[in-house]
């Protein structure tokens, strides 16, 4: 009797505990839940501020509780090809991250976060063709991307509303040409680069060449000008020397005269084996047998030996 009671109050006890522990559940600070009875909901709990995480109770086996995470998720979207208005094919890639604020919405709308997630990307990428169709591509890439991707966002959280969703930041972070298409545009810019060089270059040299000429002609000019004040000088340093000579040889002709033949010898016979084939009797050895220069040698040695010029006629004459 004993052992039956005491094996009665194991079982009572082990149900007790089992059932206190399928009615006690636990809401994180970073979770939001729904209790559901029989697929009704009872009960949202921690998804407002006067909502605080903690202990909960339920009626178990009648009652369910599902978890929503209240942090900011993530949704990385597929890149994909879009036509701008200026006729440029452009590959965006986007991601977009979001929360739940209204998890009853959000599980009579979907249910999960993988098909959110779905629903979502098929909202950011109808909104993503739609605006930047209607713009540049330089828009898009510089000028007004900024204000897109916050339009984009508004239109986003529009259609996410209905399903308990909020898009905290949406962001392209790759904006591109297609592969094919960066190679034409590159080989593009490449020949407007070599085109542009090749005008620089041509001018560069036509400059060069004006420069050079202009060089070459101011050259010749002060070339011809240094040569005709050179010629001019060399002229009258002529004048004014042959003026000077003559100015001398006015003052003493006989000394001119020596001075001059001094100069003729000096030019003439320099050197250790200097030879002349000229006849002594010139009259430029005057001043050899005369050192006043007064006759050619021949008629100074007719006035030193006059018996000797007698003797010669009176012979000739017998």
Same mark, same amino acid.
């Given at each position: 009797?004993?052992?039956?009671?005491?094996?009665?109050?194991? +079982?009572?006890?082990?149900? &007790?505990a *089992?059932?206190?522990?399928?009615?006690?559940?636990?809401?994180?600070?970073?979770?939001?839940?729904?209790?559901l009875?029989?697929g009704? &909901?009872?009960?949202?709990?921690?998804?407002?501020a006067?909502?605080?995480?903690?202990?909960?109770?339920?009626i178990?086996?009648?009652e369910?509780? &599902?978890?929503?995470d209240?942090?900011?998720? %993530?949704?990385?979207?597929?890149?994909?090809?879009?036509?701008?208005?200026d006729?440029?094919?452009?590959?965006?890639?986007?991601?977009?991250r979001?929360?739940?604020?209204d998890?009853l919405?959000?599980?009579?709308?979907? =249910?999960?976060?993988?098909?959110?997630?779905?629903?979502?990307?098929?909202?950011?990428?109808?909104s993503?063709?739609s605006? !930047?169709?209607?713009?540049?591509r330089?828009?898009?890439?510089?000028?007004?991307?900024?204000?897109?991707?916050?339009n984009?966002?508004?239109?986003?959280?529009?259609?996410a509303?209905a399903?308990?969703?909020? *898009? +905290?930041?949406?962001?392209?972070?790759?904006?591109?040409?297609?592969?094919?298409?960066?190679?034409?545009v590159?080989?593009?810019?490449?020949?407007?680069?070599?085109?542009?060089?090749?005008?620089?270059?041509?001018?560069? %040299?036509?400059?060069?060449a004006?420069?050079?000429?202009?060089?070459?002609?101011?050259v010749?000019v002060?070339?011809?000008?240094?040569?005709?004040?050179?010629?001019?000088?060399?002229?009258?340093?002529?004048?004014?020397k042959?003026? *000077?000579?003559?100015?001398?040889?006015?003052?003493?002709? %006989?000394?001119?005269?020596?001075y001059?033949s001094?100069?003729?010898?000096?030019?003439? !016979?320099k050197?250790?084996?200097t030879?002349?084939?000229?006849?002594?009797?010139?009259?430029f050895?005057?001043?050899?047998?005369d050192?006043?220069?007064r =006759?050619?040698?021949?008629?100074?040695?007719a006035?030193?030996?006059?018996?000797?010029?007698?003797g010669?006629?009176?012979g000739g004459?017998?």
């Open positions: 009797m004993k052992q039956a009671l005491r094996t009665g109050l194991i +079982v009572v006890a082990a149900i &007790v *089992i059932g206190l522990y399928a009615s006690v559940f636990v809401v994180g600070q970073m979770q939001q839940a729904l209790v009875q029989f009704r &909901v009872r009960a949202v709990l921690n998804s407002t006067e909502d605080r995480p903690g202990l909960y109770f339920k178990p086996f009648a369910t509780v &599902v978890v929503f209240k942090r900011v998720l %993530d949704l990385d979207l597929p890149v994909q090809t879009i036509l701008t208005a006729r440029q094919n452009l590959e965006v890639d986007a991601f977009a979001y929360r739940i604020i998890p919405r959000f599980y009579q709308a979907v =249910g999960n976060k993988d098909l959110a997630n779905q629903r979502l990307q098929s909202f950011t990428n109808s993503l063709r605006v !930047l169709a209607r713009s540049t330089d828009a898009i890439v510089k000028t007004e991307r900024g204000q897109l991707m916050h984009i966002q508004e239109d986003v959280n529009r259609q509303k399903l308990g969703i909020e *898009i +905290v930041d949406l962001r392209m972070t790759r904006v591109d040409l297609p592969a094919q298409n960066s190679a034409a590159y080989r593009r810019m490449k020949t407007e680069r070599e085109r542009e060089a090749a005008d620089i270059r041509a001018n560069g %040299d036509q400059i060069a004006s420069i050079r000429a202009r060089a070459d002609r101011d010749t002060i070339v011809a000008e240094a040569t005709q004040k050179s010629e001019q000088l060399r002229g009258q340093g002529d004048a004014d042959n003026r *000077i000579l003559a100015e001398a040889f006015a003052k003493d002709p %006989d000394f001119f005269a020596f001059r001094m100069q003729a010898y000096d030019t003439g !016979l050197g250790p084996d030879r002349l084939v000229i006849s002594p009797n010139t009259d050895f005057r001043f050899f047998s050192p006043q220069g =006759g050619t040698p021949s008629s100074a040695r006035k030193q030996d006059p018996a000797s010029t007698t010669s006629t009176t004459a017998r």
